[in-house]
């Protein structure tokens, strides 16, 4: 059971660290601007610090939808081997973590950095 927590848990940082790693090139971004940025106004290509942060903010977005696709069917597993005793907290914590990486496509942050 001890050994599902970690797992759930190390699953969970994969999306916390692309919003992290994407939302510290937004502010800094700012920071150099004077202002936020929005969708084409600067394109983030211009921005000093992109080539700093671009295979970073890429590399854990790649990494997140890899864990993603294990996350799924581990949680499954997980599920079946434990119906009766399921421990919802560690499975709650990396579902919120995906879950706002998710919902963070849809901001102008990516909107932004995907131009």
Do not use: R
């Not at 940082?13 to 994407?22: A, D, E, H, K, Q």
């Not at 940025?37 to 903010?57: A, G, N």
């Not at 890429?58 to 009766?84: E, R």
């Amino acid at each position: 059971m001890k050994n599902w927590k970690i797992t759930f848990y190390l699953f969970a940082v994969s999306p916390v660290l692309y919003v992290v790693s994407l939302f510290t090139f937004y502010f800094h971004s700012a920071i150099q601007l004077g202002f936020f940025p929005t969708y084409s106004q600067p394109d983030p290509k211009e921005i000093e610090v992109y080539e700093i942060y671009q295979p970073i903010i890429l590399t854990f977005l790649n990494i997140w939808f890899v864990s993603l696709l294990i996350w799924i069917p581990l949680v499954l597993i997980y599920w079946l081997i434990y119906l009766k005793k399921t421990i919802w907290k560690h499975l709650l914590i990396s579902a919120i973590c995906f879950l706002i990486a998710f919902l963070s496509i849809f901001t102008g942050v990516t909107e932004w950095f995907a131009d």
